[in-house]
């Protein structure tokens, strides 16, 4: 069984943030920022490319009330979700859905880099659609 499977059963403790009967939501032992917290379907699924559709649907719920729940009691300025799939992040193959509280100074940083005049948006959106 994957951890989070095993997280999931309650056969691994964690500090539960919000669960019903198809998620649950945990805190990251890692606390990138305080209040880092996993969102995870308990139907096992590796990541995004088998994710079940149905849980697909109701996951972006789960993810608004304890989105919602971190806002209200930790009072961040603002909020990543993030989820990573495969490589070169994915580190537990059960698709999980990160949520960050931002803070000033929180040492938290995601690069968008510009790469507009390297690229095609044509060739891409040809490679992409067909
Ligand atoms: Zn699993």
Do not use: W
């Amino acid at each position: 069984m994957c951890i989070f499977c095993a997280i999931a059963a309650h056969e691994i403790p964690s500090k539960v943030v919000y669960e019903d009967d198809k998620f649950i939501a945990f805190l990251d032992l890692t606390q990138t920022t305080i209040g880092h917290t996993l969102v995870v379907p308990k139907r096992h699924s590796k990541c995004i490319f088998d994710l079940n559709e149905e849980d697909a649907k109701e996951i972006m719920v789960v993810v608004k009330k304890v989105a919602n729940k971190l806002k209200a009691s930790l009072n961040p300025i603002g909020l990543n979700i993030i989820n990573n799939n495969e490589k070169p992040l994915q580190s537990v193959d059960h698709f999980h859905i990160h949520l960050i509280p931002r803070y000033e100074n929180d040492n938290f940083d995601i690069l968008f880099k510009d790469n507009s005049k390297e690229v095609n948006l044509d060739e891409i959106l040809k490679k992409i659609n067909g």
